[in-house]
């Protein structure tokens, strides 16, 4: 299986914020990587798909870079409604898997 | 517009089996490349991936579970179905269903998610 680590597992950051967050893959998974926000008690929202493609409706203060190994998510502005819990899930190959997750919360 | 629900026991009991259906709309398990997912997410942890199965009836299971494991779908009535044998009480979580637009995609619509409690 390919694992993915997600750091920092715990982000505190202000409304205004530039924030990244970083997912690393066991192995190479080319750009099949997306992103998506989850905040309590909802489905999660997909935000980025192929590593970097920015999914209909979604602010373009998200942003996602990365191939291989490593991957990285942006959040150029950061928002009140932004604190939520993020995951990446890797799509290259099977089993399909996720990252940790992390939480962003309100400093 | 595209909507997926599942639906299913809210509480089973140890050894049996979880039968949940995602019934969906605003497209068709016929369209190629198009599948639909499930995910779960035990209270307060990560989200795991469980298994898939697309338009073509490839079907795709996670290692750890897939001999308990069984996905299917009925396109004439737009649903699809896992059960998962031998509950035991760690596989309390919310369970989800999504619709993936092909391999190597991303979920773009996900259910509501059902909360699942395994108890005696």
């Known amino acids: 299986d390919i694992q993915l680590t997600q750091s920092p597992s715990f982000l505190s950051a202000s409304v205004g914020d530039r924030v990244t967050i970083t997912c690393r893959a066991s192995?190479?998974?080319?750009?099949?990587l997306a992103w998506y926000q989850q905040k309590p008690g909802k489905a999660p929202k997909l935000l980025i798909y192929?590593?970097?493609t920015l999914q209909s409706g979604v602010p373009s203060r998200f942003s996602g870079s990365g191939s291989g190994t490593e991957f990285t998510l942006t959040i150029s502005s950061l928002q009140p409604e932004d604190f939520a819990t993020y995951y990446c899930?890797?799509?290259?190959?099977?089993?399909?898997?996720f990252g940790g997750g992390t939480r962003v919360e309100i400093k | 517009q595209i909507t997926l629900k599942e639906s299913g026991p809210t509480l089973v009991k140890p050894t049996q089996t979880l039968t949940l259906t995602c019934t969906f709309s605003?497209?068709?398990?016929?369209?190629?490349?198009?599948?639909v997912d499930w995910i779960r997410q035990p209270p307060g942890k990560a989200l795991e991936w469980l298994a898939l199965?697309?338009?073509?009836?490839?079907?795709r299971y996670s290692p750890s579970l897939k001999s308990r494991l069984t996905i299917t779908k009925d396109t004439s009535k737009n649903q699809v179905v896992l059960t998962m044998t031998n509950m035991d009480p760690v596989d309390t979580a919310t369970y989800y269903c999504?619709?993936?637009?092909?391999?190597?995609?991303?979920?773009?619509?996900w259910g509501q998610g059902t909360l699942v409690t395994v108890s005696s």
């Open positions: 999504a619709h993936k637009g092909g391999r190597g995609f991303g979920d773009d619509y």
């Open positions: 605003g497209f068709s398990l016929s369209t190629s490349n198009v599948a």
């Open positions: 199965i697309y338009w073509d009836d490839d079907e």
């Open positions: 192995q190479g998974i080319s750009s099949y």
């Open positions: 192929s590593a970097s």
């Open positions: 899930q890797q799509l290259d190959s099977y089993p399909i898997t």
